[in-house]
């Protein structure tokens, strides 16, 4: 199946401002946490290429240590230092919680259903934040949540 550029996409190209909160709000918690799953990695891509500090470090080698990251046992994890902190503000538990309870038809090949569904409900949170400008947020939810996963030895 073929994809077709329509004109509106041409129009909105380059418009990747805020949305208002109450609009990201609409948004069904699978698509928030398919756009959250790629802010996330971009987001570990980044802050791997800028803590190796070795110049030319090896592309398999950063994605093996994103891949340890961008998946859905650590992100579980990442969200009980959430839980366990008491970090995450009303409206973003009420998106996590959204993306945790939504049905999808898919699953983690490599990971237990509740792992599974605790990460969509990380993603659609990280998703949620970068639809309406967050991103101070995000890389502060990022950084507790390493923080976290650092002193309980993970």
Not at 10 to 39: E, H, K, N
Not at 78 to 98: A, N, P
Request: with cysteine; glycine share 10%.
């Amino acid at each position: 199946m073929k994809f077709s550029i329509t004109d509106e996409m041409i129009v909105r190209t380059g418009d990747c401002g805020a949305m208002d909160a109450f609009d990201a709000r609409q948004i069904s918690p699978l698509t928030l946490a398919w756009i959250g799953d790629a802010v996330y990695e971009v987001v570990v891509r980044n802050m791997l290429v800028r803590d190796t500090g070795i110049p030319g470090e090896a592309v398999n080698r950063l994605n093996r240590k994103a891949r340890s990251l961008v998946n859905a046992g650590t992100q579980s994890a990442i969200i009980g230092v959430y839980e366990d902190r008491d970090i995450l503000t009303e409206d973003e538990q009420k998106v996590y919680h959204r993306g945790r309870n939504a049905k999808s038809n898919t699953h983690a090949k490599n990971a237990s259903i509740q792992d599974y569904r605790r990460a969509t409900g990380f993603e659609a949170v990280m998703g949620y934040l970068w639809l309406t400008g967050q991103t101070d947020r995000i890389i502060e939810l990022v950084r507790a949540g390493f923080e976290g996963l650092k002193e309980n030895g993970i």
